[in-house]
Structures are given as C-alpha cells and as structure tokens.
C-alpha cells in the first residue's frame, strides 16, 4: 500500500495475552486495523471480545498480567509496542488519551475538578498555573458546563454523572490528543444524557479534528458517530467495514445475529428480538477453528476445524467467514 | 463545623460522665480495699485511715462528693502514695508518657504508611512477603517478649543502647521500638489492604490514563483516599500508647503514667484510679474529635453533623 505513511494509527497483528494462574488468556489473537487522522471508528462487540483490551494495549494501560506478545502498534510515529513505561507516560494523555465508562468513579474523590484537569495541562505543556487555570476554564466552556469558574473550585460528588463525564472529556482533551479512546462512555449514563455526550463529542471533533475509537456494544451509538466499524469477536476483528457496509451487507454470521438483536421502532408488529444463542468462548480454551462457529446457525465442518482467511469485498470492507469462501473450501473438502 | 463541634464536646462530657460514674462504682466492687496489704493494718488504724480519706461514708455520698470535687477539678489525694494529689501525678508523668507515646506513634506511622503501600505495590512479589510476616510477627509477639529480646541484644549482646531511664535520646530508642512496634505492623496491615482497594479503584486508572507518574499517582492519588482507615485508628492507638505502654514502661523502668495507671488497681489507690481514668478518658474523647475533622479535611465527601 502506498499510503501506508498518511495512516494516524496502524495496528498489525497485535496479541496480547493475560498470563492468569490457570493458562494463558489469548485476548487479542491478531488485531489488524488502521486509522487515518480524522477517522471515527467504532469497535462493537459482547463483553470479553478484547474491545478494551485493544484500546489499553494502545495506551500501555494493560494490568498485570497483561501483556502485548506480538504484532505492531504504529501511532503518530512511534512504535508503541516498543515504548517503555516511562517513555508511554509522555504520550498518554497528550497525544492520545481515554474516556472511561463509569464518570461516578473515574474522577479522584477529593480533589477538586479544577486540581484534576490542571494536573493533565501542566504535566504535558510547559504552562505555568496560571496559564493552566485559564486553559480549564476554557476547555469547560468547551464541552458545555456553564459557571466554568465556580465548578472548577467544585469537587466532583457535587456534579451530576452527565456532567463528570463532560469533565472527563475536557481531561481527555486538554492537550489536544490526535486520538480519543472513548471506552462505552455513555454506558453508565441515562439515555437524554447519553444522546448529549454523543452529540458533544461528535461536535467536538469536527471542531479539533481528532481521531476518535468509540468502543461500545451499542450498534445504534456506532451508526450514529462512526464511518468505519470493526467487529470483534473472542479477540478477533471478525468483520470490518463502513457503517452502510456493516449494515446493509453483513458478511459475517456473527454481524448478522449483532444485527438482528437490535430492536426496530419502525416495525409495525411487535417482532420478537433474536438473541444469538449460546455463551461466549471460554478465552483459556479457544476453539481451533472460528471463534463463533459453535454458537454460528450456518456453522459447517471446516469452520469448527480452521480459522477462515480474511476475505475482502471491497477497499474498506472485509470479513473472516468460510460462507465467503464457499467456492474454495468445497474445492480443498473434494480434493481432500 | 462550629455547631458540630460545640455538639461533639456535649457529646464527650456524656460519655466522660458515664465513664466517671462506671468507673465509680466498678471499682468499689473490687474485692478490698488501699489498706489491705500482706503486713496487717489493725482494724483500729483501717477505720482511721478510712475515715481520714472519706472511705467510711455510703457509697451514693463519696460519688457525690467526689463529683463536686471534680467540677472544681480536684481530682483528690492520692490514698497510696501520701500526701501526693492526683492532678500533680498526672502533670508530672504524663509528658513522660507523651513523650514515649507520641514518638511511638510517630514512628508508627512514619514507618507503617510506607511499609503497607510498598506491600500492596508490590502485591504477591517478594517484598509484599517479607512485608507481611513482619507485620504478622509485630501483631503476634507480646510486648514483654519483644522488650526482653531488644534489651538482651541491643542492651545486653551489642552494648548500644542503655535499658533503663529516659536520660538522653539514645534512652527512647529501644523503649519507643518496643512500643511502636505493634501499631507499625498493624497499620501496615491496614494501609496495605486499604491501598489494594484505591489501587483498583476507576480513578487510579484515570490518573495513569493522564500519563502522571508512579510518585504522583502514589503519593497524590492513591495515599490520600487510602489513609482514611488509618486516621480511624488513631484514636484507638493513641489509648493503646498510653495505657499499653505499662509492660514497656515496668521493662525500661521508665516513670510514665501507664504503670501509675495500672499500679493503682493494683493497689485500690481509687482517687488514682479515678484520676488516670478521667485523664486517659478525655485524651481518647478529644482524639477522637481531631480525627473526624481531619477526616472531613481529607475527604471533602463528609459532611459533619
């Protein structure tokens, strides 16, 4: 490819696996994705499909006994994989920085929301208090809280959730990161309040022009903020695509249930919701072949014994299933 | 504050009241009395010396006139040690107590934070271990046992610091390790186990998402939410120093208030009895006052009321 350079971010083949006392946990098995600068992209998928994994092993957030066994992360030129911690302490939270899901506990209890953002700005720039004062009162401004002055001297337990959550983003934002990780971040807020934090944080892009992952198992999120969607699956990107190409031509089995989960106002009759039956994949245990195939409806014998090969449909839009690949494996069972 | 505060000391004389009247009465239900001793007294002179102190009246009447006594903060004579009043034992061995006490405490703290968060950093690893059985061996060992042994090596073996008396600062050091030594261990238990609860907390994960340092996200993050178990337990320390330090203070041969205290159950010296009492009562209800508002200082959630 011969744009490789103009890419913001570019993650190849990246593992990370947890080495618990009962076995290695393969999270990640070979995450492959990129980001231009300016791309929204939306990571969707159930608990425990690697989507925060892939996000902190980005930041260099991963806990003991997380660990990135392979692959590369390029990010804004560095070699994140690469980076020791002291080196990673420089970039988090100035060039690319994280919203977390819960606002009620992500804020330190007893410092005030002023002492909190103040922190970031001084930590990463060369302003001086005053000046760093002054920069959060205007990134307050920024993300909607009004008497800016006044909650800057407030602690968070005497502001709504809506609110943390606006000054967790301006926390993000106060170095202007080329890229925002917003892990479900409207997952723990009521549902006026969610649409709000959406629509800042699509206006705010389009003011500052970063990057931003969404990562949400809320496909109706993801349609709204992103262009590009991956889906994940037992530390798999399964499909990958523009949100029309995602919603109009799935071309993974396990796209097409997520799909079909999602109740429909239009309906006229009242649809039952298709729930995809079966329990995720024991992650200490991973099957040899896809990941989905025991709980896929059109699972066949090749997909329980081999992962498929990433088939592409078109420059933005791909898919590891054997139902693309129909024509091969048919081929391979008969020569066989 | 100021409300809360005027409400904490009605509080506070409450229960001094009631620990005075408990006290009172408790210790008169002691068998025998301050003139019992192996050598008889002949019943002559122990009517005598009862009366002379005020022995012989009802019980309802020396409690009335031992409270009246009190308001005008007469704590009386001491029955034992003659001609001796109580207020003048207390001002004269307690600053040694304080003394011994409020370095102990000291050091426990100075050396008890650090040792519990060190553990809990560095949860499961060797020094988390090695921490831990000190601090299980700090909790298990009796004083007695510990004063004897730092006094047969550092005293007796090495020769390096003196055993008895409070005469230079060289005398605190084995005295104020012996007392020190089990509330050190017990707070490093409670920094670590509280430190291993902030450490998980979403804020923790906040501050490293901002790319602060281990210093900063230690020492300005984590410490100040995990102290709060710590300060609770400053009330009780500050009773375990001074009354606790009696096995320390007979050891040392150091002339503190702990074994007036318990030397004057012993020996029924009520006023005493009383006296220390009152005294050790009042410090524990004042600490305990100090540490609420130091906890709303540290945490900006609490609301006194």
């Not at chain 2, 005295?175 to 902030?198: G, K, Q």
């Not at chain 2, 102290?227 to 002339?255: D, N, Q, R």
């Amino acid at each position: 490819m011969s744009d490789q350079e103009n890419y913001m971010l570019k993650i190849n083949n990246l593992r990370t696996s947890f080495f618990t006392p009962v076995g290695e946990v393969k999270a990640l098995n070979n995450v492959t994705f990129a980001m231009k600068e300016g791309d929204v992209l939306g990571i969707v998928g159930e608990s425990g499909s690697g989507k925060s994994v892939t996000s902190y092993s980005l930041l260099g957030l991963l806990a003991y006994p997380g660990k990135i066994v392979g692959g590369t992360i390029r990010f804004n030129g560095h070699e994140i994989e690469k980076k020791t911690e002291a080196e990673m302490r420089k970039i988090r939270g100035d060039e690319v920085s994280i919203i977390f899901q819960d606002p009620m506990t992500s804020l330190n209890p007893v410092y005030t929301v002023g002492n909190q953002i103040v922190e970031v700005i001084r930590l990463h720039t060369d302003k001086d208090a005053a000046a760093a004062q002054a920069r959060a009162k205007e990134l307050l401004e920024l993300v909607g809280i009004n008497e800016a002055e006044k909650r800057l001297k407030q602690y968070p337990h005497e502001l709504s959730g809506g609110m943390r959550q606006r000054v967790m983003i301006a926390i993000a934002l106060a170095c202007e990161p080329k890229l925002l990780i917003a892990d479900e971040p409207t997952t723990a807020l009521d549902v006026t309040i969610q649409a709000q934090i959406l629509e800042l944080m699509i206006e705010l892009k389009n003011k500052l022009g970063m990057s931003i992952i969404m990562i949400t198992h809320d496909l109706g999120i993801v349609s709204n903020m992103c262009e590009k969607i991956a889906v994940m699956y037992a530390g798999k990107i399964l499909e990958y695509g523009t949100v029309d190409e995602i919603f109009y031509t799935p071309r993974h089995e396990y796209t097409k249930g997520l799909l079909r989960s999602i109740p429909n106002l239009m309906d006229r009759e009242h649809k039952k919701l298709v729930p995809i039956e079966g329990t995720p994949v024991d992650m200490l245990k991973p099957p040899k072949g896809c990941p989905f195939a025991p709980r896929c409806e059109s699972c066949m014998r090749i997909c329980l014994e081999h992962m498929p090969e990433v088939v592409h449909f078109s420059d933005t839009h791909y898919s590891a299933c054997w139902l693309n690949q129909k024509d091969e494996w048919t081929k391979e069972s008969v020569e066989a | 504050m100021g409300k809360y505060i005027l409400k904490r000391i009605a509080m506070g004389l409450t229960t001094i009241f009631i620990v005075i009247t408990l006290t009172f009465f408790l210790m008169n239900l002691i068998p025998g009395g301050p003139f019992m001793a192996e050598k008889a007294i002949s019943a002559q002179a122990q009517a005598a010396m009862n009366e002379k102190y005020g022995l012989d009246k009802p019980l309802p009447v020396q409690y009335k006139n031992y409270l009246v006594n009190l308001t005008k903060g007469d704590l009386g004579v001491s029955v034992k040690q003659r001609g001796r009043d109580i207020n003048g034992i207390i001002t004269s061995k307690f600053p040694v107590s304080a003394r011994l006490g409020g370095a102990s405490i000291l050091m426990a703290l100075i050396v008890g934070i650090p040792l519990g968060s060190i553990a809990a950093i560095n949860r499961g690893k060797l020094a988390d271990n090695i921490i831990i059985v000190i601090a299980t061996f700090g909790i298990a060992v009796p004083s007695f046992v510990l004063c004897t042994l730092l006094m047969y090596i550092f005293g007796v073996k090495l020769n390096l610091f003196p055993t008895y008396g409070l005469g230079s600062l060289k005398h605190y050091v084995l005295p104020v390790f012996a007392l020190a030594f089990y509330p050190t261990a017990y707070i490093a238990r409670l920094m670590r186990s509280s430190m291993l609860d902030v450490l998980g907390q979403d804020y923790i994960r906040t501050a490293k998402a901002k790319g602060l340092s281990t210093f900063v996200l230690l020492f300005k993050h984590a410490l100040r939410n995990a102290i709060l178990p710590v300060v609770t337990y400053l009330g009780p320390l500050l009773a375990y120093t001074l009354t606790g330090s009696f096995v320390v203070e007979k050891i040392f041969t150091i002339p503190g208030l702990g074994s007036e205290f318990i030397g004057s159950i012993s020996g029924r010296d009520y006023p005493l009895i009383m006296g220390t009492t009152i005294f050790l009562a009042t410090l524990i209800v004042t600490m305990n006052v100090l540490v609420d508002i130091a906890y709303k200082l540290i945490d900006p959630r609490i609301k006194l009321q």
